[in-house]
Structure formats: C-alpha cells, structure tokens
C-alpha cells in the first residue's frame, strides 16, 4: 500500500515519459505530460515524478539507473509505423519521431534490467514495438471490430474518460490476480492503435468484446512489467481497480528503491 507524506520514508523516482508539443502563439516544442500521471505518482505510486523529455536515445544509458520506476504515458500521437514495418500513416496522423527515438530504446533497457514498469495506452503500443510486436492503426476501419476511440473534442469530461466498454481478464494472469480474481473489467477507451502481432515475450492478459488486446504482462524475467491500453489515472480517485494497479506498481518501484540500499532486498515480481 502507498504511503504518503512521511519523511522516514525515501520515496521511489518515476520517469514519466514525455510528448513534444507545440505551445503557444508561435508554436514552440515543448516537452509535456499530462498532469493526471503527475497527480496519480503523488498520490497512489506513492513516488516523486519525474518528467522524461524525448531526447533521444543518447539519454537512455544515464537516466535508466537513476530511476525505480517508468511510467509510458498515452498521448494523441501514434507510433511511427516504420518502427514495425507498417504502412504508412493516414494524412494528418499525429506521430511524435522525438517520443519514439526515446521511449523505444528505454523500454528495451528498462525491460533487461528487470525496472518496474506501467505502460499505459500509446505506452502499451510502444511496449509492444519495442519488444518486435506489431500495430494495427485504425481498428475501427477493421471488420468485426469495434470503434475504440472517443473524439477528442468531446466536451463532457464524464463521457470523454468514462467507462466505455468491460474487458475479460484472463483466469490464470497476474493482472486478474493483482485485482483479486476478477473475471472482467470495466474500463474506458481513448485509442485508434492497437495490438496486431504480440511481442514474443509479451502474454495478453485482457481483451475487449471485439478480441482487442487490453492488457500485457512478461511472464518471466522482466521484473514487474504490466500494460494496459485503457487509462486507469483518469479514474483511480473514484474507482478502487484503476486506484490498486498504480498501489501494486508503487510497491514494486519501493521495493526496487530498496536494493539501492540493500541489494539482497527482494526483487519485485511481475504484476501479481
């Protein structure tokens, strides 16, 4: 459990990975991350925030060891398809090559180093890149398969972030473990991308009516490691599921926080 405010206790740095985006009259690149990833480490993880800006590869070898936890965050742009070998982008598709050049390369030494690890949304399709998986772009334009997307000028914050459609967890995984043997899921739904081939080293913990991979775990040697395409910081103050998978990330980044100080300290696990 999440313990706040008490100065005996050495909280856990997050990285929370970071967008460039212009601001401004003269749209300038700006490095950001939506205040909901901050509010959600200050509360619930229990760790101080820290922002990643997409700097490039060149960053990944320093900052890496000087965290005990990464937070993928989501974001209106999509993985550039060149990472996978896909087609290209629709016209006026938002990409973010800086976020990519970045993120790829830190997950891939954040998952070989064992580094606590939540990978929400466009987090969990970058996840799913970096490892040698695949994206599908458009999954309402597929046949069979439901729109998954809610307009972003969607006005009404309840309809824009609420609970959208249920997901079935997988009986024997980590992630329906960690939320006390739940069968299903309600969760919200803010995504045109998503899973098409899975990583090899990927499980697939939940799915959406349509067959849409909601969730992934590693099953072996990757340290705690969990993806979710919905966004669970938007509701975690009033919905105790989303509020228990940023709890149990925040016990695995202490408990890697503390093999800096001892290293015979348990490892954290995968999300269980």
């Not at 990519?100 to 399709?125: E, F, W």
């Amino acid at each position: 459990m999440a313990k706040f405010h008490d100065p005996t206790i050495m909280r856990p740095l997050i990285g929370i990975s970071c967008c460039v985006k212009a601001f401004g009259t003269f749209g300038t690149p700006n490095h950001a991350a939506s205040n909901s990833y901050v509010h959600v480490v200050l509360g619930p993880v229990g760790g101080l925030p820290v922002l990643l800006p997409a700097a490039g590869p060149e960053v990944v070898e320093d900052l890496l060891p000087r965290l005990d936890g990464l937070i993928l965050t989501g974001s209106r742009s999509n993985v550039w398809p060149g990472h996978y070998e896909g087609p290209d982008h629709a016209p006026g598709t938002p990409e973010d090559q800086q976020r990519d050049s970045t993120t790829l390369p830190l997950i891939r030494a954040a998952v070989q180093a064992g580094l606590p690890l939540l990978a929400i949304c466009r987090g969990m399709q970058e996840l799913n890149v970096a490892l040698g998986g695949s994206l599908d772009q458009r999954i309402q334009d597929l046949e069979g398969r439901m729109d998954h997307s809610t307009p972003s000028e969607q006005p009404l914050p309840a309809v824009r972030v609420g609970k959208a459609h249920a997901v079935r967890l997988a009986g024997n995984g980590r992630l329906a473990a960690m939320l006390g043997g739940a069968a299903t899921l309600p969760v919200n739904s803010l995504h045109n991308q998503g899973v098409q081939r899975l990583a090899p080293r990927l499980n697939a913990e939940a799915w959406a009516p349509d067959g849409t991979v909601e969730a992934v775990t590693c099953p072996d040697g990757c340290g705690y490691l969990l993806g979710v395409q919905w966004h669970p910081e938007y509701d975690w103050e009033r919905d105790r599921m989303s509020r228990r998978i940023f709890e149990v990330f925040g016990d695995a980044c202490r408990a890697w926080a503390a093999r800096r100080v001892d290293p015979a300290a348990p490892v954290p696990l995968a999300a269980e």
